[in-house]
């Protein structure tokens, strides 16, 4: 609610009959008497609000001076209708004035200086704003002898006041949503508009919605005649209304509707109406989710569906707590209807997940809140291992002399599709089942990836493909646990597995430098008290090799590894596997440097390279 006083922009002078060619604009007091002589006060003060509000109070105070005339009087305002100034007004050259009052006041007694006389103006005053009359001001007039004097504008203190108390109706509502003839997936769409009030009470109060089959018969002023729906006055503290909820009995599908809207503020005052929006409800296929069922036997399971019609999908899983985990993308076609879930997504055998599939048909709609422009269905779904399928047996584990790699044995009475490798409850590889292949019912691989320093329980699993293309991964497998410490920097190439050991001069700090950048802008909120960063990119490990050294060891001499570290350089697209601290990281590897380090004291290489990690993070995620 806005208000301001006015003081000193009052204007006021006194026509007296006594004296009928003399002015009295400059006194400090005023009386008002009406008697053998009669003197007429006239009072002009300007409403102290903005063009275009509405007047919710005005007051004009006149505070008395000394002690009037015993008895009572009662005080009217008349307004003026013609001009007039201060240092000109005469009892002859009085401006013309209305016949009839508009504030009345009867003051009993004589009273005492500073006592406060009030007369209520604000329907007088709103007429002046709205501009359907000037404002000349008002005389003050007395009904008899019993005279009283006011303090005037002149005076040093107590000077006529003119408290106003406005109010601004807000804005016809903008940005109504959805509009302009969209189409919907909901036959009660949740109906959203803009609420802009520019003074006085700029809270929202209520709104009021009018839903009609045509924009026939719309005004700005009434909204719809004759409409079919009409929520009536409702109060709202947002600019949205949500037909789900309300009586509207819903468009039919392929119709259309035409709505419009007006709100009220805080103050009670209402804006004009919305211009009338059409929309049109279409409705969504309805998509079957036949796979996965309740439970998958793998972490790789086929997705298939049934719909009527279909130009994109989207594929969604989550995890038990609603998290998104893995995300396939819009993927356009019309005729799929299946999709095999990639591996690494699904982790922890026994745990719920959800999937989700979207579907979009060939209707460009809008989406809304709680309607979006795509069919949705979910199944929650939990990893469970087989016991029916025969598990892996014997694994054993043989570390390699220098503890840089790790070599596991173990058998099988028949060989499945695939083996799945496991660290704790994260798959860490996928192996072919002839490609590990060694003998009668035993096989063997090799891994030079696992992170070093660390204790892991390592599982490995069988995984058969049945006729449907089902995976099924066994249970009951046997694990053991290992730990790498190998010496050095370890660099492996994944297309050959020749490994090159990296060492650092005496007294040299780790030759590996590392970070993990982002990218993220300063943001500053419009009136907020502090800036906020808003990151966009994650990015998994990043750095520098600097000064590594090459040199003879017992399995491959200094030569050797300065020509694989040559052939890592003329792959830069092959991923190698980088191996510092606790870390095994997949790398691409660029502005690879190798030089003699000292000739004259053997062969010596010292390597420098640049690298970028090769696969996101697995430890996060931006959203």
């Known amino acids: 609610m806005g208000s301001a006083t006015a003081r000193r922009s009052i204007r006021d002078a006194v026509a007296r009959s006594d004296k009928p060619a003399a002015t009295f604009g400059n006194g400090v007091t005023m009386t008002v008497v009406n008697g053998t002589v009669v003197k007429i006060p006239h009072i002009q003060a300007p409403a102290p609000c903005p063009v275009g509000c ?19 009087r009662t005080l009217s305002l008349y307004r003026i209708t013609g001009k007039w ?37 604000p329907d007088v005053y709103q007429s002046f704003v709205d501009g359907e009359f000037v404002n000349w001001g008002f005389t003050l007039e007395s009904n008899n002898g019993n005279d009283i004097t006011f303090y005037t504008s002149e005076s040093i203190k107590n000077k006529p006041e003119l408290v106003t108390a406005w109010s601004n109706r807000p804005e016809t509502p903008t940005d109504l949503f959805p509009s302009g003839g969209a189409l919907v997936s909901t036959p009660k769409p949740l109906l959203r508009w803009k609420f802009i009030d520019l003074g006085g009470n700029t809270t929202l109060g209520a709104i ?41 009995a819903g468009i039919a599908s392929g119709g259309s509707m035409w709505w419009t809207v007006r709100h009220r503020d805080g103050a009670g005052l209402w804006s004009d109406w919305a211009d009338p929006q059409q929309v049109t409800y279409s409705a969504l296929p309805v998509p079957t989710l036949n796979s996965p069922g309740p439970t998958v036997n793998d972490t790789t399971f086929p997705w298939s569906w049934s719909v009527s019609a279909q130009v994109r999908y989207q594929l969604l899983i989550l995890d038990g707590n609603g998290k998104q985990l893995w995300d396939s993308k819009e993927l356009t076609s019309a005729d799929a209807r299946s999709f095999t879930q990639p591996r690494g997504v699904i982790k922890k055998s026994g745990s719920d997940y959800t ?10 709609r809008q989406s809304i809140n ?48 695939q083996f799945t490798v496991w660290l704790g409850d994260e798959q860490h590889a996928v192996l072919n089942g002839p490609d590990v292949f060694l003998t009668g019912t035993t096989y063997q691989a090799t891994f030079y990836d696992i992170p070093p320093r660390l204790t892991h329980t390592v599982t490995i699993k069988a995984v058969e493909v049945d006729g449907s293309d ?3 991964s066994s249970k009951n497998n046997p694990t053991v646990d290992v730990y790498l410490d190998p010496v050095g920097v370890r660099l492996v190439d994944t297309g050959t597995g020749d490994a090159v050991i990296l060492y650092a001069e005496d007294g040299q700090d780790d030759i590996v430098t590392s970070e993990m950048p982002e990218i993220s802008e300063r943001f500053e909120p419009i009136g907020a008290d502090v800036a906020v960063n808003v990151t966009s990119v ?35 697209l092959v991923p190698k596997v980088l191996v510092w601290g606790r870390n095994a990281v997949p790398i691409y590897l660029s502005k690879v440097n190798v030089v003699d380090e000292n000739p004259a004291v053997g062969e ?12 996101p993070s697995p430890e996060w995620e931006l959203s």
């Open 54 to 72: 509405t007047i919710t109070s005005t007051k004009l105070r006149l505070t008395q001076q000394g002690t009037a005339s015993t008895g009572n």
């Open 85 to 121: 100034t201060e240092s000109t007004l005469t009892w002859k050259g009085r401006p013309p004035q209305d016949a009839t009052p508009v504030a009345t006041v009867t003051v009993n007694g004589a009273g005492s200086d500073g006592r406060v006389v009030e007369f209520d103006l």
């Open 208 to 248: 009021q919605v009018q839903i009609k089959g045509s924009s026939a018969g719309w005004s700005a002023k009434t909204g719809f005649t004759s409409p079919t729906f009409d929520s009536g006055v409702t109060a709202a503290g947002k600019p949205q209304y949500a037909l789900g909820s309300s009586g509207y």
């Open 355 to 364: 999937a989700v599939l979207r579907v979009w048909d060939s209707t460009s």
């Open 370 to 417: 709680g309607a979006p422009a795509y069919a949705e269905v979910r199944r929650t779904f939990t990893y469970v291992d087989l016991a029916g399928v025969a598990p892996v047996t014997d694994l054993e584990l043989a570390i390699s002399d220098d503890l840089s790699e790790a070599t596991f044995t173990w058998a099988r009475s028949a060989m499945p599709d």
């Open 470 to 472: 089902v995976s099924k």
């Open 538 to 572: 994650l990015r998994w490990f990043e750095g520098t090799i600097d000064n590594g050294i090459l040199a003879d060891l017992d399995t491959v001499s200094a030569r050797e590894q300065r020509a694989r570290m040559l052939a890592m350089k003329a792959t830069p």
């Open 604 to 615: 010596r290489y010292k390597v420098s390279a640049a690298f970028a990690a090769a696969v």
